[in-house]
């Protein structure tokens, strides 16, 4: 099993957040959430079903405006920027989504050139080929290179998706649930790969997930999230070495090892 990297510089914040606060309609689900996420790091956010973790990582994202508080990533307020400044800062974060899903009608190579050839376009097809090298190696599925998306297991697919998404080089990886609907096994092998990313690619990575084995495997630090604040965080022992029942709770349902 593959440890998560210790080499982070506590020295550099790639995302500040401080007193975020959203609601919808009356419902508040963010009640003043303060978080610091420092370069190469790996942070996971854990939290029961619709406590808000992907809210959060929309508001980070730019894709949903905050109500009050302060969002900064990499050094720039993200409801201040214009549609072309958010645009240019999307492209230094990684999303593996859920339902990011690759092209059926396309290989993995072409799959892998897609957002190149999007978003560098004086790029020559030698230089395309070799970048999907390093990165299909990296997700340790270079032999796929000529499959169809249809070929591959589930899991394949989700490397794949994260190799897509670390084509562009982004410095900071956002995973939501990364290992929902997969075996134990092909679950380790994603959680191995979220820290091969994190020790090859020097990326600064939120993960957020209620698995917690998930959780363990691969977070230098843990912030739970309860009742729309971070009520814990630090070590996975710190985290639940308490006596709050809302965090027993949460552990004893999740987790039997
Ligand atoms: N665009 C929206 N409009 C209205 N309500 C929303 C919107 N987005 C999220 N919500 C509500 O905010 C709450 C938190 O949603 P969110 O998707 O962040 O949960 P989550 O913690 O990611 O849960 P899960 O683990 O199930 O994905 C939910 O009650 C959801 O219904």
């Known amino acids: 099993m593959k440890k998560p990297s210790s080499k982070i510089d506590f020295t550099q914040k790639v995302i500040t957040i401080q007193g975020l606060t959203k609601a919808f309609d009356e419902y508040e689900v963010l009640k003043g959430v303060d978080l610091d996420l420092y370069k190469g790091e790996n942070l996971v956010v854990l939290g029961r079903s619709g406590t808000?973790?992907?809210?959060?990582?929309?508001?980070?994202?730019?894709?949903?405006?905050?109500?009050?508080?302060?969002?900064?990533?990499?050094?720039?307020?993200?409801?201040?920027l214009t549609p072309k400044q958010l645009d240019e800062l999307r492209l230094k974060i990684g999303f593996s989504f859920q339902n990011s899903a690759l092209y059926d009608s396309m290989t993995v190579k072409e799959n892998l050139e897609f957002p190149l050839i999007r978003h560098s376009k004086d790029m020559t097809a030698r230089d395309r080929s070799r970048i999907i090298?390093?990165?299909?190696?990296a997700v340790g599925l270079a032999q796929t290179i000529n499959q169809m998306p249809s070929e591959l297991s589930g899991g394949q697919r989700k490397r794949i998706g994260i190799a897509r998404t670390l084509i562009l080089r982004p410095e900071i990886m956002l995973y939501d649930e990364p290992t929902a609907g997969l075996d134990p096994i092909t679950s380790q092998d994603i959680n191995n790969l979220i820290n091969e990313v994190q020790r090859r690619f020097n990326t600064s990575s939120i993960i957020i997930t209620h698995d917690l084995t998930c959780a363990k495997a691969v977070g230098n630090r843990i912030v739970m999230l309860l009742d729309g604040q971070f009520q814990r965080q630090g070590s996975f022992e710190e985290v639940f070495d308490t006596e709050d029942e809302r965090v027993k709770a949460f552990y004893n349902y999740n987790f039997t090892e």
């Not at 808000?52 to 201040?80: C, F, M, P, T, W």
């Not at 090298?133 to 190696?137: A, C």
């Open 133 to 137: 090298d390093v990165v299909l190696e």
């Open 52 to 80: 808000g973790k992907s809210v959060l990582i929309k508001i980070i994202s730019g894709l949903l405006r905050q109500d009050g508080g302060y969002a900064n990533v990499l050094g720039q307020e993200v409801d201040k």
